[in-house]
């Protein structure tokens, strides 16, 4: 059985990359120092780590593994390929990040204003991301796929899984807490809906039907 490599655009790639970075530069100056916990696979990978004491190391690997896996099967290898790059440019940025101090230390005081920045940075870097074809993380995977399978919008499946996940948080996260991390994961996500809602140029269309006809492994 022979393989051929995705045929990726240089466009979608660089938007790809720095989507990701964007994401990377919110998550370091403002998440980590708010306090404010995440829906998807970081907070089950927190709650897990909480109740059943797994390794964050080993169980967000299998939690991203899996959700790339269903990425791969419903969106085709150029999904893959889109996702590398981001998850390539998460990381460099973030390494870059931390070679400097917090933009904003100050922040970590401003809980309320932390979730609406956070929210900003990670909704429109993971709603490029998405639109260039690729996903930095496990449940960007999930939701993309979901919405291909059901054709419902994007942001409805975000805002159920980080629903779910954040209740299942209020057993050892306060309720206050709790309340500043779901007002970030709503707003990011109808951000993210947004950014996929923006019109496209009078070219071939980017949708997911698109994008994956022809390319699946």
């Not at 994401?23 to 990978?45: D, K, P, R, W």
């Not at 999930?142 to 975000?158: D, G, H």
Request: charge should be positive.
């Amino acid at each position: 059985m022979s393989f051929s490599l995705p045929k990726l655009k240089i466009g979608n790639c660089v938007a790809a990359f720095l989507a990701s970075g964007v994401q990377a530069f919110g998550m370091y100056n403002i998440h980590a120092l708010s306090g404010v916990t995440e829906g998807g696979v970081f907070g089950v990978v927190l709650l897990l780590n909480h109740w059943l004491h797994l390794s964050p190391a080993v169980s967000s690997f299998v939690l991203n593994a899996a959700c790339y896996a269903l990425g791969w099967r419903t969106m085709g290898k150029t999904f893959i390929g889109y996702s590398l790059i981001a998850s390539c440019g998460y990381s460099v940025t973030y390494g870059i990040c931390e070679q400097f101090p917090p933009l904003w230390p100050e922040i970590a005081s401003m809980p309320l204003l932390a979730s609406i920045a956070g929210a900003l940075f990670i909704g429109l870097g993971a709603g490029i991301c998405v639109r260039a074809g690729g996903a930095t993380s496990g449940d960007d995977a999930l939701s993309m796929s979901l919405a291909y399978l059901t054709k419902k919008p994007i942001e409805r499946f975000y805002l159920i899984f980080d629903l779910v996940v954040l209740t299942l948080s209020l057993s050892y996260i306060p309720l206050r807490r709790i309340g500043y991390s779901l007002l970030t994961v709503a707003l990011s996500g109808q951000l993210i809906g947004l950014v996929q809602k923006i019109p496209e140029k009078k070219e071939k269309s980017r949708d997911f039907s698109a994008k994956t006809q022809g390319e699946k492994a």
